[in-house]
Structure formats: structure tokens, C-alpha cells
């Protein structure tokens, strides 16, 4: 029967009350007395010399404060990157500067020249308007595979458009005889193309400065604000730690977009303090297009070799990973130490070897996005398996099954080591929910109708709650990934738990409260859950890459120990008994073999009015906090399955059916979890039908607003009823103490390649020799994969 409290309960979630009653409190809901308003001059050239800005019309408008320009900053530090990567040399990777506001040049449309505050938006607006700026234009930098070959350089002061050409897996030798000694090679080039996150709220800003204690407040929409704070603070700003609070109240979707320090946030902090003024700043949606850290962008040529027994013996891959035109906060480590670790995938292929060319271009900077590295490492493996299964003549699924790593701990040839996992009970699970035996009949449905069916399957693993700290220190990364949590227990018993991740979306108010719940025996609306404030809550690291519930949940779950072990102290005394006969269940703190017990609520107000024991031997008070530094990473996995019908005629592709079997662990909330995949198997339905960020050969950003940049929509979508987190699939983490695996992005990742390989086999089931179509997957570009193979 299904627990209606507690770990394991679909539990509804709380915070949705205020959200759907219109109570949720936002950035932009926040506004200071007497704040002025920013806005950017932003770039409209790809790449250009500033040979000068003419401010003095601009300045003399009515209601303009002031007017900033790269001038203002010069002194002031660049925003850093979080993370150096070191190439297949033992060489640092190059790291140019990056301004708050351009300096000497611009670097992609929408780099931000100047910025002007004033009273209202509108006069920031009209102002900007009348600034001068006199650019040289410049070679744009837009073709990665050119950019490396030669050409304008977008930093002058490096020695290449090459960030870093980096290795990794196994030896160059073994891999080449691999190759050499295979049976069969198959090869493909394929492009996880350029996408932009489009989280429902824009980014904003507010920066705010107290001269009477010279302390400054930042409200940003971000998703890990002690980072934001550590960030700007000690590397852009030189503002101490102690003076710089930074809050990120509601944050209305962040999808890896709203991690990062961006050169608005330290502008607003910055200005607010020179103008004695609170500055506030929103983005438009075209804005954020051109200032938003894009996702993906890689280039790829993989090789998969196979021995005559259709065993996986080796995998290679070559990719072109677009940087951007500067390094975002985490930027390096995507396409290496969190794509590359993933290479080997859920098979037990014994060479494995990844070579990653970060470039810069004169286009907005790339980073992490949902899945960050993974989505991308799936794509190139599970089409290349397709592809080879094809080639082979063999089943797609029972290839997959042959090579499935089963034995764990399985340590792979990319430095990751798999705690636990059962692919095959994924696999199982999903041709269960797919109905693969009917499958045929309702290909000839579609045939009927003069329709092409297809179907498209894919294994997927991936590496979530990135850890441990001392290691990713040695991979380059320049922060800790631990989490914290601090637990304060009020004295008549209610609780309120501090914790360093931040929830946006992911249901933290509601789920982490059953955890503690759970282990003290009492109701979740007894505790509380703050987050998002730097002045009250621990060091912690934010959300993102599905760390929320395995990390910081673990430092909660340690706080809470503590906790208890102190609560069974007090109640030994109270009991007049040895603590080690002291039990906790349900509430009740009692005497083991006896009928003596005292309340929760009883020992934490004796806690906080200690009458009943001596205080020599236990100090007042309840509250602890615990910090987590995990030993390694989750591995949550799944087998996806796919139908779709493609019209040959138009190529309009429509997805018939979709089931997604997942292995998250023990699962907290059902169906929080739940609504976790489908919302990421939506973006990468989206990736792999319809989104695209586009430049030109002039470095021009052709899909800058949602008329150019084609969303998911309902309609886009097939019923995701038949998912289920299916607990015959669940296999717990052993290094944590919930046993939990990371949830958010496995949607995102096991998608886009499992429609891909659908249709695919819809076409050539309609006897087009179409081997590969790369995403999004457009009418026009299926339609002509279809006339081109024909």
C-alpha cells in the first residue's frame, strides 16, 4: 500500500500553494526604495575594435545617475572561471579576461559596451540610445573547426582560438590495436547543436549598499548563492565576505543557465554602491538570448570497434566544443571531466579513449546545461550502437544487452567507478511498458495511413552529485563540492532546517522535509526549510548536475543524527536511564523493554529549559549542522523506448510513445520524481525536434526571441503516463546514507538520442538509406534526408 507520509510518499508539494495563488516572491517582485534602473548597450557586431564611447549626449538626458563604461572597471577584476582544465600536454588551458563591461573590443553580439542608470527604465533606455560608440569591425569567429585552422583570433593576447585540446581514458596504443585487430568499425559525425535554456523567469538583479555599515546586498536569480557571493565578492568586486550578502529568493527555473556569475549581477552590485543607490536590472527575453550562458555545441566524430563475437572492444571519439567568446563560471568542465568520465556508458567496453578541442568563437559563452556533458556523451554513443546494430543486422536491443556491465563495482577505462546499477532490469522494464511484441501491428497501422512508424531505444548512465572535493580539486575544479545543512530545533519541537542547496523547481520545501521527518518520527508541516540567503544559511554549493537530495540531503540526514543523539542524552535523563536504552520511534523517546517514554516535544523544551538535568554534563539548546563531502558520485541509469510517425510527404515527425524506465535509488517522493522526467524528457524531445540556436557568418544571432527559437509545446508532446519509477529497477547508492540517486536531468539525457534512433528507423523502414539526421530534427531537414537518400 502506498505510504501517505514519510520517505517513499507522493507527498503534494507545499510550496506550489503560493505559486499557484500568485504568493511567490521573485527577483523582480523585490524593489528597494528609491532604486534607479539599469540598461545595457549591448554589442550588435560579432567582433570589433571599440575605438571610443561618446557618453556626453546620453549623460545629459533627463533622468540619467550615471553612465558606466569598460573605463570604470579597470582596476576591477574580470569574472573568473571555476574550473582549469589542463590539456593532453600537462599545459593550463588558456583563460582570457573577462570584463564586466567590454574593454577594447567587443566579443559577441550582445557583449555589454556601457550601461546606463537612471531613475526610471525608460530614461535608461532612451539614454542608451544616444550613446556614441565607434566600432572597427572585425573577422567574425563562428565556424569552430575554422576558428582552430587560423583566421582572427577573438583574444589577441592568446596564442590561439584553442582553449584546450585535452585526452583522456585509455592508452593510445590499446586503442589503436583495438581498432586494428576489429572486426567491425563503425563511425559517425554527428552535432549536438547549440541550445538556449529559456528558464520561464529571465535573470535579474538587484544590487543594494548600506553606507552606514559599507555592506552590499545582492538579489539575483541564481541557483548556488554563497557561490555567487564567493565569486564576486573575492574575485570581481574585493568586497569581504562579511559585507556582501546575496539572496536568491523564488528563482523561477534554472536548467544550469542561472549557476553561473554574470557580468550583470556584479554590475549591480558594483553601481549601487557608486551611485549610493539601489540598482535593478531585468532581462527581456531577447536579452537574455544574447547574454544567457548557452548550452551543448559540440562537434563529434565517434568510432565504436567490435570483435567478431559483436562485443563493444574499443570506443574513440574526436569533438569540437564551442567555449564561446569567453569562459563561463564552469565552462572547461563540461565537455571533459563530465562528458568524457561518461564515454563508456552503461557497456563494460574495455578501451575507451576521448579528445575534446575547446575553441572560442565570437558567440555568446557555452556552459553547463541540463545534463551538462552527459546528454551530449549519450547522443554520440547510443546512435553510434544504432548505427553499428544496423550495420550488423543484428537486434538493437540485444546488442546492448550483450555488453551491459553487470558485475559491480565496475570500474571503467575513464576514471568513473559504478557503484550499482542493473541495466538489464531497466531494459526489462521497458519493453514491458513499450508493448514491444505489438509493435509491428501497429507499424502496419501507420503504413495503412500511409504513415512511416519507427522505433527508437537507449540505455543511458550518468554521473550526478559530482564529487568527492579532493578529487575534483585534482581534475582542476577551483570550489569544494560538499553541501551543508543546519538543523534548529525550536523548543517545542518544530524544526527549521538551513540547507546550501537552493531550490527552483526541484520540490526541496516539500521532500526534504519528509527525510527529517521520517528519521524523528514526526509530521512534515512541522518543519521548515530556508534557503537562498547567504546571512542565513551554511556554506553550501547550490543546485545542479542532481546533487540536491544526494549531497546536501546527506548533510541534513548527518545533521539530523546529530540531533537525535544529543535528543536521546536529554531523554536518558529525563527517563532516569542509559542513553544506550534510549529508542526514538514515531515521536517517542523511550525505554527499551519497558512502557517508560517522554514526547518529542517534551525533550526539546527541556532542551531549551533545562530543569530536569544537570547542565554540567549537556549544554542547552538544540541545533546542529553538518557538512557532507560525498565519496563519489551517484550513478542513476535508464532504458528509454520511443514510437514515432513520420509522413513522408512533409516529413513532419510526431512521437506516438514514449516510456522511460529509470533507476533513481530510493526514491523520496514518487512523484516529484516523477514529474522531474517528464520534464526533461520535454527538453530533450525539444532538443531533438525542435530547438536551435543559430548564427550566421556574421556572428549575427538568428534566433534571438521565441518567433525564431522553436519551444516545446503541449501538442509536441506525447502522454508520458506509462512512466513509472518502478521499484524492480531501483538499485541504492552505497555511499550515501539515503541510498538516493540523482533525478533531474535523466530525462534530458535519455531522450533526445532515443528519438533520434525512432526516426530513423521510420525511414528506413520506408527504404531510405538514411544512416544518421542530426538535431533538431526539422519537417525540412527529414524531408531532405529522405530525398537526398533516395
Known amino acids: 500500500m502506498p505510504k501517505d507520509h514519510g520517505i517513499g510518499a507522493s507527498t503534494k508539494r507545499r ?3 503560493r505559486f499557484l495563488t500568485g504568493a511567490g516572491n521573485y527577483t523582480d517582485d523585490i524593489n528597494v526604495h528609491g532604486q534607479a534602473y539599469v540598461h545595457f548597450l ?30 570604470d572597471f579597470e582596476g576591477v577584476g574580470g569574472l573568473p572561471c571555476g574550473w582549469q582544465v589542463t590539456d593532453k600536454n600537462g599545459a593550463p588551458m588558456q583563460e582570457p579576461a573577462h570584463p564586466v563591461l567590454a574593454q577594447g573590443k567587443v566579443r559577441h553580439v550582445g557583449d555589454p559596451i556601457a550601461a546606463v542608470v537612471a531613475d526610471s527604465l525608460e530614461q535608461a533606455r532612451d539614454a542608451a540610445e544616444a550613446i556614441e560608440v565607434d566600432i572597427t569591425e572585425l573577422d567574425p569567429v563562428v565556424d569552430m573547426k575554422a576558428a582552430v585552422a587560423g583566421g582572427a583570433k577573438v583574444h589577441d593576447d592568446l596564442t590561439s582560438n584553442l582553449c584546450y585540446d585535452w585526452q583522456f581514458g585509455s592508452e593510445t596504443a590499446d586503442v589503436e590495436k583495438a581498432f586494428a585487430e576489429a572486426a567491425h568499425v563503425t563511425t559517425l559525425e554527428l552535432i ?3 541550445m538556449v535554456a529559456n528558464p520561464m523567469e ?39 565576505e562579511h559585507k556582501l550578502r546575496v539572496v536568491a529568493p ?10 553561473f556569475h554574470y557580468a550583470e549581477e556584479a554590475f549591480c552590485t558594483f553601481a549601487a554602491k557608486a551611485c549610493n543607490r539601489a540598482v535593478k536590472w531585468t532581462a527581456s527575453r531577447s536579452e537574455a538570448f544574447m547574454s544567457d550562458a548557452h548550452g551543448r555545441d559540440h562537434v563529434t566524430t565517434i568510432k565504436l570497434a567490435l570483435d567478431k563475437d559483436n562485443n563493444f572492444t574499443a570506443v574513440h571519439t574526436d569533438t569540437y566544443a564551442n567555449m564561446g567568446a569567453y569562459l563561463s563560471t564552469f565552462a572547461p568542465s563540461v565537455p571533459t571531466w563530465l562528458h568524457g568520465t561518461l564515454m563508456a556508458g552503461n557497456y563494460k567496453t574495455p578501451n575507451v579513449q576521448v579528445n575534446v578541442k575547446a575553441v572560442f568563437t565570437t558567440t555568446v559563452p557555452v556552459d553547463a546545461y541540463r545534463g551538462a556533458g552527459r546528454p551530449e556523451a549519450t547522443f554520440q554513443l547510443e546512435r553510434v550502437i544504432d548505427k553499428a546494430a544496423r550495420e550488423l543486422g543484428v537486434d538493437p536491443i540485444a546488442l546492448r544487452r550483450q555488453n551491459f556491465v553487470t558485475q559491480f563495482p565496475y570500474a571503467t577505462p575513464v576514471a568513473v567507478e559504478y557503484d550499482t546499477g542493473d541495466y538489464n532490469a531497466t531494459m526489462d522494464k521497458m519493453e514491458e511498458l513499450m508493448d514491444l511484441s505489438g509493435f509491428e501491428a501497429r507499424r502496419k497501422a501507420s503504413e495503412a495511413k500511409g504513415m512511416l512508424r519507427g522505433l527508437g531505444i537507449n540505455c543511458f548512465i550518468e554521473a550526478c552529485g559530482i564529487a568527492p572535493s579532493n578529487l575534483v580539486g585534482q581534475l582542476g575544479a577551483r570550489a569544494g563540492l560538499y553541501d551543508a545543512a543546519t538543523v534548529r530545533v525550536n523548543a517545542t519541537g518544530s524544526i527549521s532546517v538551513m540547507v546550501g542547496a537552493h531550490s527552483h523547481g526541484q520540490g526541496h520545501e516539500t521532500a526534504f522535509p519528509q ?30 548536475g542532481s546533487r540536491s537530495i544526494a549531497v546536501c540531503g546527506s548533510a541534513m540526514v548527518r545533521a539530523t543524527e546529530k540531533i537525535i543523539n544529543k535528543s536521546k542524552k536529554i531523554a536518558a535523563h529525563l527517563l532516569e536511564a542509559a542513553e544506550a536504552d534510549i529508542e526514538l520511534k514515531d515521536g517517542q523517546f523511550s525505554v527499551a523493554g519497558t512502557d517508560k517514554s517522554v514526547a518529542w516535544g517534551d525533550v526539546t523544551l527541556a532542551a531549551y529549559v533545562p530543569h530536569n538535568y544537570p547542565l554540567e554534563d549537556i549544554e542547552p539548546g538544540l541545533e546542529e549542522t553538518a557538512f557532507y563531502d560525498p565519496a563519489n558520485f551517484t550513478y542513476p541509469a535508464g532504458a528509454y523506448a520511443c514510437e514515432v510517425e513520420v509522413d513522408p510527404e512533409t516529413g513532419v515527425t510526431s512521437i506516438e510513445k514514449f516510456v522511460s524506465a529509470d533507476d533513481f535509488g530510493n526514491v523520496i517522493n514518487p512523484m516529484i520524481v516523477e514529474g522531474q522526467v517528464h520534464g526533461g524528457i520535454a527538453q530533450g524531445i525539444g532538443q531533438a525536434l525542435l530547438e536551435n540556436c543559430a548564427y550566421d557568418e556574421n556572428g549575427q544571432l538568428l534566433s534571438a526571441s521565441y518567433m525564431d527559437y522553436a519551444m516545446p509545446r503541449a501538442d509536441d508532446l506525447p502522454n508520458l503516463d506509462s512512466y513509472m519509477v518502478d521499484h524492480s529497477c531501483q538499485t541504492p547508492c552505497t555511499h550515501n546514507p539515503l541510498g538516493v540517486k540523482g533525478c533531474g536531468e535523466a530525462g534530458a539525457i535519455g531522450s533526445p538520442p532515443t528519438v533520434i534512433n525512432a526516426i530513423v528507423d521510420a525511414l528506413q523502414s520506408g527504404g531510405h538509406k538514411v544512416d544518421h539526421i542530426d538535431m533538431p530534427a526539422t519537417p525540412s531537414r527529414v524531408w531532405a534526408a529522405m530525398n537526398n537518400a533516395s
Open 15 to 17: 510550496e506550489d500553494v
Open 42 to 71: 549591448r554589442s550588435d557586431v560579432a567582433h570589433g575594435k571599440i575605438n571610443g564611447i561618446d557618453t556626453g549626449a546620453a549623460a545629459a538626458m533627463p533622468g540619467v545617475v550615471r553612465i558606466f563604461t569598460g573605463a
Open 192 to 194: 549536438n547543436q547549440r
Open 202 to 240: 529571465p535573470r535579474v538583479a538587484v544590487g543594494d549598499y548600506a553606507r552606514a555599515n559599507d555592506e552590499s546586498t545582492l538579489y539575483t536569480t541564481s541557483q548556488n548563492p554563497h557561490v555567487i557571493r564567493l565569486l564576486m565578492g573575492a574575485f570581481v568586486l574585493g568586497i569581504p
Open 250 to 259: 523564488d528563482v523561477g527555473g534554472g536548467f544550469g543557465t542561472k549557476i
Open 515 to 544: 527525510v527529517v521527518a521520517e528519521m524523528i518520527g514526526i509530521p512534515e508541516d512541522q518543519i521548515d526549510i530556508v534557503h537562498g540567503d547567504t546571512s542565513k544559511i551554511p556554506f553550501g554549493m547550490g543546485t545542479y
